[in-house]
């Protein structure tokens, strides 16, 4: 039974008919954590909570977390919330709980679908959802229920400004059983040529990795060299504002100002050079990623239809265009930019297009290329 799609409520059911031992508990027998005791009597019931620390906190991963909060002096007890930038992280120090794919896969899963729950009589929440962004203005397409006919269901831009008062001049609709019906053309193809032409897929995407990874690597070097050295051009001014006030050079207001300004900006740079060197850091597993990707094509091929974590492990998201043409028969331009390797342009075919009849006396042709220049 797998728990992708379910609340933190049905997992922790899940977990517990299967006997699968609560945190405390597999800590203690596995020797990790001496003191304490396990409080709850049935080592084996699990609640929402815990499912939910475990799915949002960094710590079952494997890393120890340090600075998370503070206090403004020895005198005052109260803790305060850390700036996240502050805290020290030391990774992969006890036997993760979580590995840190699946946790930066959740966290991202769960920074997008953040938004209301359907309404009952419009059914269940579409697996396209929080997948599908407006070419033009970058918002997300929401998912809507025909109000006479409740078996057609659609997504649109949620900037359109005659739907939702916003500043984007084009609705971008496109057809839920639509959208399905392209990323499976998509999907077929992508599966066909790698069957068909294993070793250029492969190297279509060793060169794709590539470009993209030094192209990256160069503007992150580039931009870590510069606020670096800005950086220590603040420790250099700062001392020498120290000084100028202890001469009488300059005034103590003076003094206060400049030196708030420049700690302001440290702290800014501090954040900056933090995430390059994370992120300069992650530039080595795309190695990792292209193979990831290929599994995962691979193991579509072993399946029959689409499903909500294969298109969640696939797929990163979707540009829909405005469609172009007249209004019983125009096109419509898709792309897909796949998790790991981004947007990949195949050898083009006759059949990659995908034609249908949205209404009686209306034909549209979906376009799942990128728009040529």
Not at 15 to 26: C, F, G, H, S, T
Not at 166 to 190: F, P, S, W
Not at 198 to 210: C, G
Request: proline residues 2%; aromatic residues 10%.
């Amino acid at each position: 039974m797998a728990l992708e799609g379910k609340s933190n409520e049905t997992i922790a059911r899940i977990l517990q008919e299967r006997k699968v031992l609560i945190p405390m508990a597999y800590w203690q027998e596995k020797g990790i954590r001496k003191g304490g005791k396990v409080t709850q009597p049935n080592k084996y019931k699990w609640c929402k909570t815990t499912v939910t620390k475990i799915l949002t906190q960094q710590e079952y991963c494997g890393d120890i977390i340090n600075f998370k909060t503070y206090s403004k002096s020895y005198k005052n007890k109260k803790r305060y919330d850390n700036p996240k930038e502050n805290w020290v992280i030391f990774k992969n120090v006890h036997e993760p709980i979580i590995s840190r794919d699946d946790f930066e896969l959740v966290q991202m899963l769960v920074v997008k679908t953040k938004r209301r729950a359907p309404k009952q009589e419009n059914g269940e929440k579409n697996m396209f959802c929080d997948f599908l962004y407006c070419a033009d203005c970058g918002s997300k397409l929401w998912y809507h229920t025909n109000t006479t006919n409740k078996e057609i269901h659609y997504f649109s831009c949620s900037n359109y400004k005659k739907d939702t008062r916003g500043n984007c001049e084009t609705r971008h609709y496109i057809r839920a059983d639509a959208i399905e019906q392209i990323v499976m053309l998509e999907l077929k193809r992508l599966a066909k040529y790698l069957e068909s032409h294993e070793e250029e897929f492969a190297k279509l995407l060793a060169e794709k990795t590539n470009a993209d990874m030094l192209a990256e690597q160069k503007t992150l070097e580039t931009e870590l060299n510069r606020v670096t050295a800005r950086n220590e051009m603040l420790t250099s001014l700062f001392a020498k504002t120290y000084e100028d006030n202890v001469s009488g050079k300059l005034s103590d207001e003076m003094y206060m100002e400049l030196s708030h300004k420049y700690e302001v900006e440290r702290l800014e740079l501090k954040t900056k050079i933090f995430e390059y060197k994370e992120r300069l850091a992650k530039i080595s597993e795309m190695e990792q990623n292209k193979d990831d990707f290929l599994k995962a094509v691979r193991k579509f091929m072993e399946m029959e239809t689409l499903t909500a974590p294969m298109l969640r492990e696939l797929i990163d998201h979707i540009d829909v265009y405005e469609k172009e043409g007249g209004k019983k028969n125009y096109t419509q331009r898709i792309v897909i930019y796949y998790r790991f390797v981004g947007y990949l342009e195949l050898p083009s075919s006759d059949d990659e297009n995908y034609k249908a009849n949205t209404r009686k006396g209306v034909d549209v042709e979906y376009i799942p290329t990128v728009k040529s220049a």
